[in-house]
């Protein structure tokens, strides 16, 4: 990392750096997507179906953060999805990699100026909800941002009422519309069976939660725990994005001090790659909708 790359981590970003990312993107391709999909771990396949595409790597695109994880690609895709001119990346960004809660969110705000309406989020998260099972797909009907609470939120710091208003409402993050219709797609697939609707709670990471975490955030009503998803969705709430946001649970948390399991980034990733076809054609079916 160079010293300009040192000084970003700890800046926030203007209007116009926005802007100079979205302008490059606009003059590389001639596709203007309306919807943007940001994969979680393992949940990256849904850009390889995107038809005429154009890929651009993220350390390509002027102003984007790098993605550092195994099982993120660093990829940003533009293309057609069931008809749909979309943008999707392929790997996000996480605050347990070193980088500011504003670059976490950057890509939204571009996403917002390339002409983007509505945000599709996928994740993998953690079951707290003693009624689920691993490997099923929770509806994200509301958020508890716990690095929030320690003043980790990507909207502080100075206001530009360019994207929204200072104090945004957050108790709609959520579409109920775009909820509605995704349960409708999971129905006419005959896969409801798979799927939950709850509260999704983001932890900094990127050690797993203790068993008293897990009890304590069981308490506060979260049914599933993960590491990403909150920033982008603040973001995009406050530009006005519709989001709809879409959890597989690829484990069950350990609430048990006599357990010898232990919670590791190898399950979640079986379980992504078992369950991933899934999660696309349920994503593939609520676009054709
Ligand atoms: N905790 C936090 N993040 C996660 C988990 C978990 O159990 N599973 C997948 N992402």
Not at 2 to 29: D, G, V
Not at 130 to 153: E, T
Not at 172 to 186: G, I, M, P, Q
Not at 194 to 214: D, H, K, N, R, W
Request: aromatic share 8%; hydrophobic share 40%.
């Amino acid at each position: 990392m160079n010293y300009s790359e040192i000084i970003r981590m700890f800046s926030f970003n203007r209007f116009e750096e926005y802007k100079e990312t979205a302008e490059w993107l606009l003059n590389q391709t001639a596709i203007r997507p309306v919807v943007a999909i940001i994969c979680g771990s393992g949940l990256g396949g849904l850009a390889d179906r995107l038809e005429e595409s154009v890929t651009f790597k993220y350390e390509d695109i002027p102003r984007f953060p790098t993605s550092t994880v195994a099982g993120h690609a660093g990829k940003l895709v533009f293309g057609k999805l069931v008809g749909h001119d979309c943008v999707c990346m392929q790997g996000r960004f996480h605050l347990y990699e070193g980088y500011n809660i504003h670059m976490v969110s950057y890509p939204v705000r571009v996403f917002s100026q390339l002409g983007v309406k509505t945000l599709i989020v996928t994740n993998a998260a953690g079951g707290l909800n003693d009624r689920y099972s691993v490997g099923d797909i929770m509806i994200i009907k509301d958020h508890i941002n716990m690095p929030g609470f320690a003043g980790q939120n990507p909207l502080c710091g100075p206001n530009d009422e360019r994207f929204g208003v200072r104090f945004p409402c957050m108790s709609d993050a959520y579409d109920r519309e775009l909820r509605v219709k995704l349960r409708s797609t999971a129905e006419a697939m005959g896969v409801t069976h798979f799927l939950q609707e709850g509260v999704y709670c983001m932890v900094a990471g990127p050690s797993f939660e203790t068993i008293a975490e897990c009890k304590l955030l069981q308490t506060l009503g979260a049914d599933a725990v993960g590491m990403s998803t909150v920033p982008e969705v603040l973001m995009a709430h406050h530009c006005g994005l519709r989001v709809l946001g879409v959890s597989l649970i690829t484990n069950k948390v350990i609430t048990d001090y006599d357990s010898e399991e232990k919670a590791n980034h190898e399950e979640v990733l079986r379980t992504t790659q078992k369950q991933t076809k899934l999660l696309q054609d349920l994503v593939c079916g609520f676009l054709s909708m």
